[in-house]
């Protein structure tokens, strides 16, 4: 289980990452002048924990580098929140990174700007909406994940009615497994949990702990025996 919801220091983590992982010109020129860009735009803009902004662009590209997506992917996920939270536009982003980088920015952005008038319209409405971004392109939605993954993380710093379990839980958490990207949806359930049963998770904190410490211990001690078997043999 995932339960820190620390950062780390994802900026340098990010810029290290950038070098690498690309050794094509082209594609690392794409990927930093990204990072170069939104750390420019988010300058002086802070998330709900007190750490600057930029630390959620890098955080959702580090996911997304680790996972392997190509270079406009990973310089997308770095401007997602550009045309969004700052005075730059879709018209600069095609200017500066090509129409591929752009339609990805924004399909994420019309993600985030979806408004739902009822409970029951949100759910059918947010289904609609993410078959369609992924019928579009699915880098959209494996974008969204990781940007939610992040979001998740770093939870704690959000107000209750903020907290975005619940919806995680039932859309995005669902359409991480149907992807195949099993590591994202299980980090998912285990930080939903935490918000939405946080009795059930600790309980399960701690005995998951005690149980892992004694399959290691049954481990070890079967090496000692085999060890020993070996050394009489």
């Known amino acids: 289980m995932n339960s820190d919801g620390k950062s780390g220091n994802a900026v340098a983590e990010a810029r290290a990452k950038i070098e690498a992982t690309y050794d094509n010109e082209k594609d690392k020129k794409l990927v930093t002048a990204a990072y170069d860009y939104a750390e420019k735009m988010h300058e002086g803009q802070k998330r709900a924990s007190g750490e600057p ?22 310089a997308a996920a770095f401007l997602h929140d550009v045309v969004e939270d700052t005075p730059a536009t879709e018209e600069d982003i095609r200017e500066k990174f090509g129409e591929e980088v752009e339609e990805l920015v924004a399909g994420v952005t019309k993600l985030n700007k979806i408004v739902f008038e ?17 019928a579009k392109d699915i880098r959209v939605i494996i974008i969204k994940l990781a940007d939610r993954l992040h979001n998740m993380r770093s939870l704690a710093y959000l107000s209750p009615e903020r907290q975005q379990a619940h919806e995680t839980l039932e859309i995005y958490t669902p359409l991480a497994g149907r992807l195949g990207i099993s590591h994202v949806k299980s980090e998912l359930e285990d930080l939903c949990l935490k918000y939405i049963d946080p009795e059930a998770y600790q309980y399960l904190l701690v005995h998951i702990n005690e149980k892992l410490s004694e399959r290691r211990q049954f481990v070890a001690d079967i090496v000692e025996q085999i060890k020993d078997l070996m050394k009489a043999d």
């Open 53 to 74: 902004y930029f630390v959620h662009p890098c955080a959702v590209a580090n996911i997304l580098m680790d996972m392997g997506l190509d270079a406009p992917t990973v």
């Open 118 to 134: 009822s409970k029951e319209q949100e759910e059918a409405e947010n289904f609609r909406k993410i078959v369609v971004a992924m």
